[in-house]
Nanobody, 124 residues
Framework: QVQLVESGGGLVQTGGSLRLSCAASGRTVSAYNMGWFRQGPGLEREFVAGLSRSGSTYYDDSVNGRFTISRDNAKNTVYLQMNSLKPEDTAVYHC??????????????????WGQGTQVTVSS
């Protein structure tokens, strides 16, 4: 089991940037496929980005070209760089670990370990 703690959320204006961090303990993040999800008010949790063990990246169409997922093995941390933010990006963002083999899943139920989330609010 891996413990995950997100940070870096906050309030930003439209067009601004934020970098979210997901610090892991207990196991190394490179042993998992890692994902970022978000959940807006009254909405279901949705896939944002995934990072495979081998370093391949996957993005939802809504963030492709604006968000970048990456990993620092030395710091055992996964990041989500978010640029050109829009009001519709407002949500609680969670990182999660997918223990399965293969590519990172896009469904929340594929992920066994979750962080508590960090709030991102984009003002118009």
């Amino acid at each position: 089991q891996v413990q995950l703690v997100e940070s870096g959320g906050g309030l930003v204006q439209t067009g601004g940037s934020l970098r979210l961090s997901c610090a892991a303990s207990g196991r190394t993040v490179s042993a998992y496929n890692m994902g970022w999800f978000r959940q807006g008010p009254g909405l279901e949790r949705e896939f944002v980005a995934g990072l495979s063990r081998s370093g391949s990246t996957y993005y939802d169409d809504s963030v492709n070209g604006r968000f970048t997922i990456s990993r620092d093995n030395a710091k055992n941390t996964v990041y989500l760089q978010m640029n050109s933010l829009k009001p519709e990006d407002t949500a609680v963002y969670h990182c999660a670990a997918d223990r399965r083999m293969g590519v990172p899943g896009s469904r929340p139920n594929y992920y066994a370990d979750w962080g508590q989330g960090t709030q991102v609010t984009v003002s118009s």
